[in-house]
């Protein structure tokens, strides 16, 4: 399987990774189809994501994803963050191979979990 060079550098060198202590809000989802699993949290203020971290029981492809996504919702207001697609994602990291598209899934629908759980609690 060929990884792109920015999916090999995310995934070398993930961009925020870890967790937040006081999180405003966490989105945890897991991949049916490989078992892995995906965690979001987010700092929210004026309805703007201040703070954005991930963890992940993931594969490569997971991985890369969901750091180039924390890197794109980072001072984006919650509403801007729920209209990035997975296709921007995939595009930004110079594509992902076929297989691994599912895996590009993950930290989409952990961030709209998190998104979803804080709008309740509003
Ligand atoms: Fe599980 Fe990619 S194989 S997230």
Redesign the pocket.
């Known amino acids: 399987m060929i990884y792109s060079d920015k999916v090999i550098q995310h995934f070398k060198n993930p961009h925020n990774q870890g967790s937040i202590e006081n999180a405003d809000t966490v989105g945890e989802v897991g991949?049916p189809s490989?078992g892995?699993v995906m965690k979001i949290y987010l700092k929210i203020e004026d309805r703007i994501i201040k703070d954005v971290k991930f963890e992940t029981l993931?594969?490569a492809?997971?991985i890369a994803v969901s750091s180039a996504l924390t890197d794109m919702v980072k001072g984006k207001s919650i509403d801007e963050a729920l209209e990035i697609t997975r296709q921007q994602i995939i595009e930004d990291l110079g594509g992902l191979p076929e297989v691994?598209v599912?895996?590009s899934m993950?930290g989409i629908e952990a961030l709209h979990e998190a998104i979803k759980k804080y709008e309740k609690k509003d």
Do not use: E, V
Request: charged residues 20%.
């Open positions: 991949n490989c892995d993931g594969c492809a997971a691994k599912h895996c993950l």
